[in-house]
């Protein structure tokens, strides 16, 4: 029995916000979304191109107050090839909210608070 991993979700408030912010920041693009008939939820894939993994955010219709991410102690990490214009990028858009030089790594922000690791390809 072999297991992969397939997705990671998210909730967000306003779905394209967040749309407008992954694809910014991260260049992730929607793939595929679903709506179901009431539309009382919209669940949408996005792919950075190159790997298989995916990230779900799902949009509530009837979903008013902001979510509790609690201490936030989780987080997605990305990896990046040009982490100097990654950075600058991220400053520019004002969404870096925590850095730590010494390790070489720094977190932005989604819309909704999520933390997002960006990490240098080390070679």
């Known amino acids: 029995m072999k297991f992969t991993i ?3 979700n998210i909730n967000v408030l306003d779905l394209e916000k967040s749309l407008q912010f992954y694809e910014q920041a ?12 009431d539309n009382s939820f919209i669940i949408v894939y996005l792919s ?7 990230l779900e955010l799902t949009w509530l219709r009837d979903r008013t107050e902001a979510y509790n ?3 936030n102690e989780f987080h997605l990490a990305f990896r990046v090839d040009d982490f ?3 950075h600058q990028k991220h400053q520019e858009m ?3 909210c925590y850095e ?13 608070g999520y933390w997002l690791e960006v990490v240098p390809t080390r070679k």
């Open 69 to 71: 991410l609690g201490d």
């Open 48 to 54: 950075d191109g190159q790997t298989s993994h995916e």
């Open 6 to 8: 397939a997705h990671n």
């Open 84 to 86: 100097a214009a990654a």
């Open 100 to 112: 730590n030089p010494k390790m070489g790594i720094y977190f932005i922000a989604d819309p909704d």
């Open 26 to 37: 991260l260049g992730l693009k929607e793939i595929r979304r679903h709506v179901p008939q």
């Open 94 to 96: 004002g969404c870096i």
